[in-house]
């Protein structure tokens, strides 16, 4: 996989916060995704739309610590 950094203007993240281990994502990720979609009818008029008119939808991860930098030198 090929990654980008990229500069962006300001904009928000709104989800479901939670918090696990890294090698147990499978367990506790999935239920967070189920989580979201089912509360997305809360925030449908503020998503971004493609040109399809469906909702451009992503993950975020930070670390433990809550911050929402690079992760060490590999970005």
Not at 26 to 50: C, H, K, N, T, Y
């Amino acid at each position: 996989m090929n990654w980008k950094l990229r500069q962006m203007g300001t904009f928000y993240v709104v989800g479901i916060a939670g918090q696990g281990p890294a090698d147990q994502g499978a367990q506790w990720v999935p239920p967070l995704w189920a989580e979201a979609s089912g509360r997305f009818g809360e925030i449908a008029g503020l998503a971004e739309l493609d040109n399809d008119g469906r909702p451009i939808l992503w993950g975020a991860m930070r670390d433990a610590s809550g911050e929402f930098h690079p992760w060490g030198t590999d970005g």
